[in-house]
């Protein structure tokens, strides 16, 4: 088509975001990967049993406390079944890592109210978090959800963390947000990629895409 200019001559660009098949491979048939995205590597040539996914690496460990403290939020610890982020104090309130079915549960939740910090207006500034008319259950909030969903599980891909943060009660209002907009799955996997930038810029790791 003919090209666009605005009245100082310069061209007129839009964005618009475009579905496409990508050809995805397991890690184990890909050489020269980077450490942190290396497999885990068993003692002997059995497989590593599937519980041992559920206990985090002192490494691993150190990255999220490395990610938690370059952000600057607060944390509490209360014995109560609810975690969240407070936007008025911009503090994360957690369970006891004691009521965790397994500590991989308990750091995958930590990084889902992770991803809620990064909407604070001094960060990312999203409407989801800033929003003083927000309430639970609107499309605000179920947005805001889902880029923490999206979010959590890239940095939960990034750091091999295989936990489970028991979400389901959200899928009824993420479905109205996505049903409501034809490009919410876009602008939310945007949003939860800028916040996992910000989260993992301390580690100098890109990314998922």
């Known amino acids: 088509g003919n090209r666009l200019y605005d009245t100082d001559g310069r061209l007129l660009t839009e964005t618009v975001p475009m579905l496409r098949q990508l050809h995805l491979f397991n890690v184990a048939q890909c050489?020269?990967?980077?450490?942190?995205?290396?497999?885990?590597?068993?003692?002997?040539?059995?497989?590593?049993?599937?519980?041992?996914?559920?206990?985090?690496?002192p490494e691993?460990?150190?990255?999220?406390?490395?990610?938690?403290?370059?952000?600057?939020?607060?944390?509490?610890?209360?014995?109560?079944?609810?975690?969240y982020y407070r936007p008025t104090t911009d503090t994360i309130v957690m369970p006891l890592t004691s009521q965790f079915d397994s500590a991989a549960d308990y750091w995958s939740t930590l990084l889902h109210e992770m991803v809620h910090s990064t909407g604070h207006r001094n960060r990312l500034d999203r409407e989801g978090i800033t929003s003083s008319s927000r309430k639970r259950g609107d499309m605000v909030y179920a947005f805001?959800?889902?880029?923490?969903?999206?979010?959590?599980?890239?940095?939960?891909?990034?750091?091999?963390?295989?936990?489970?943060?028991?979400?389901?009660?959200?899928?009824?209002?993420?479905?109205?947000?996505?049903r409501s907009d034809k490009k919410a799955l876009f602008r939310a996997c945007s949003r939860a990629?800028?916040?996992?930038?910000?989260?993992?810029?301390?580690?100098?790791?890109?990314?998922?895409?």
């Open 193 to 209: 990629r800028e916040a996992t930038e910000y989260l993992l810029a301390p580690l100098s790791i890109c990314s998922a895409a």
């Open 60 to 83: 691993r460990l150190a990255d999220v406390q490395r990610m938690l403290e370059a952000t600057g939020v607060q944390t509490e610890a209360r014995y109560q079944n609810l975690a």
């Open 144 to 178: 805001e959800e889902l880029i923490a969903e999206t979010g959590s599980a890239y940095l939960c891909t990034q750091l091999g963390i295989y936990g489970e943060v028991q979400h389901e009660s959200y899928i009824d209002s993420w479905l109205r947000v996505l």
């Open 31 to 57: 050489d020269g990967l980077p450490e942190h995205m290396q497999p885990p590597q068993a003692d002997d040539d059995t497989k590593r049993p599937v519980e041992d996914y559920a206990v985090l690496s």
